[in-house]
């Protein structure tokens, strides 16, 4: 009769191990395969929902929330005297700009800005003359801000608008701010001033 040997169970049951190990291992291995053709026929199942057109527009909604999400920050930016800023210009005019001379706030038409506007070619009368600035200019804050495009720089303002302001101020005590403050953009303006209608050249403050 054998004796019970628990040297030799302990020798089987260590034999036995790497037997599992391999097992394992080509469950494991199986498991990967399976994954990477489930992956790869995903891959493809979604490259012909989404086709090489598709990540192109994808890309340019992208784009063009990136430009919009700019603007946004660009506008938002506190509006100050000094400032020059880019604008929705006229044809020909692309290097004009405005610099903000003065902010007269909680005025019957809100806040209004007294503007430079710099860079112009301005036809008037049948002649060309040749306007490279006009100011001061009085727009309310939604028709700038509907023409402001980007910030360019600060500069220290140089420009007289003291008795312009002076006039402004007395008319709108006589209720007449409307009548010296534009409410369009600042092209449309500048084309009732080439035209020479009368609401332009009152605003223009041509007598003072």
Request: glycine share 6%; with cysteine.
């Amino acid at each position: 009769m054998k004796r019970h040997n628990p040297s030799i169970e302990r020798t089987s049951s260590k034999r036995l191990r790497p037997f599992e190990s391999a097992a394992h291992v080509k469950r494991k291995t199986s498991a990967m395969r399976t994954f990477s053709f489930t992956q790869g026929a995903s891959t493809d199942a979604f490259s012909r929902v989404v086709p090489s057109s598709g990540w192109r527009l994808l890309c340019g909604f992208t784009l063009v929330v990136l430009v919009l999400s700019l603007c946004a920050c660009q506008q938002s930016r506190e509006l100050t005297p000094g400032q020059i800023w880019g604008y929705d210009n006229r044809t020909g005019e692309g290097a004009s700009t405005i610099q903000i001379l003065h902010i007269e706030r909680g005025t019957p038409l809100g806040d209004v800005y007294f503007v430079s506007v710099r860079a112009l070619d301005v036809k008037r009368v049948g002649r060309k003359i040749r306007t490279t600035e006009v100011w001061p200019l009085v727009f309310t804050h939604e028709a700038l801000t509907r023409s402001l495009r980007s910030y360019q720089w600060s500069e220290k303002v140089n420009r007289s608008h003291l008795k312009q302001l002076d006039l402004w101020l007395r008319d709108a005590r006589d209720g007449r701010a409307a009548e010296r403050t534009f409410t369009v953009p600042i092209k449309d303006a500048l084309d009732q001033i080439e035209s020479d209608r009368p609401e332009g050249e009152k605003r223009r403050f041509a007598e003072v």
